[in-house]
């Protein structure tokens, strides 16, 4: 069965499947403040098109790994995190999932994961990116959730910087 995992983008652009399950994390549904579509979205759930639903904790913590080592554990929200363990729950279940999402370091993660995401307004990233965060002065590399702006050797600004790209096909 396929299953779509909305985003805030999702609905704020129109999007939800007619003939598939269409699911959302509770905190997604907190991201739409655009009374026009609070107004269709509260429809859809009220006409169980949309069901809305939490994720376990299990399920963030199998995504952490993934974060961690593709350095995109800071561009992330909790949101964010959240609707990717859905999809991850979703898939575990032996649904056909696939999230629906606009923003381009969720599709990057979801890639790295292998599941399935469509764009509904923009055209998706087309490689897949991983990340470091480096000392802009003295080039040492920290762990990717390293929480401080500042080198703790020189001083210089930490910076996020590009690590390698694999193109998605």
Same mark, same amino acid.
């Given at each position: 069965?396929?299953?779509?995992?909305?985003? !805030?983008?999702?609905?704020?652009? =129109?999007?939800?499947?007619?003939?598939?399950?269409?699911?959302?994390?509770?905190?997604?549904? =907190?991201? @739409?403040?655009?009374?026009? +579509?609070?107004?269709?979205?509260?429809?859809?759930?009220?006409?169980?098109?949309?069901?809305?639903?939490?994720?376990?904790?299990?399920?963030?913590?199998?995504?952490?790994?993934?974060?961690?080592?593709?350095?995109?554990?800071?561009?992330?929200?909790?949101?964010?995190?959240?609707? @990717?363990?859905?999809?991850?729950?979703?898939?575990?279940? =032996?649904?056909?999932?696939?999230?629906? +999402?606009?923003?381009?370091?969720?599709?990057?993660?979801?890639?790295?994961?292998?599941?399935? $995401?469509?764009?509904?307004? +923009?055209?998706?990233? +087309?490689?897949?990116?991983?990340? @470091?965060?480096?000392?802009?002065?003295?080039?040492?590399?920290?762990? !990717?959730? $390293?929480?401080?702006?500042?080198?703790?050797?020189?001083?210089?600004?930490? @910076?996020?910087?590009?690590?390698?790209?694999?193109?998605? $096909?």
């Amino acid at each position: 069965m396929k299953v779509y995992n909305l985003d !805030a983008s999702a609905i704020i652009n =129109g999007f939800y499947a007619k003939n598939a399950r269409n699911i959302m994390v509770s905190s997604a549904v =907190g991201e @739409i403040k655009d009374l026009n +579509t609070e107004i269709r979205l509260n429809a859809c759930i009220d006409e169980g098109i949309i069901i809305i639903e939490d994720v376990d904790k299990d399920d963030l913590s199998q995504l952490d790994e993934t974060l961690l080592k593709s350095g995109d554990i800071t561009r992330l929200s909790d949101t964010d995190k959240d609707i @990717i363990a859905l999809s991850l729950k979703y898939e575990r279940l =032996g649904y056909d999932v696939i999230c629906v +999402t606009d923003d381009y370091s969720m599709q990057n993660v979801l890639k790295l994961l292998n599941l399935k $995401y469509r764009s509904v307004s +923009t055209k998706g990233i +087309t490689n897949t990116i991983q990340w @470091i965060i480096q000392c802009k002065g003295c080039k040492k590399e920290y762990p !990717a959730d $390293y929480k401080y702006e500042d080198c703790e050797i020189c001083g210089s600004p930490i @910076i996020r910087k590009r690590s390698n790209a694999h193109r998605n $096909y």
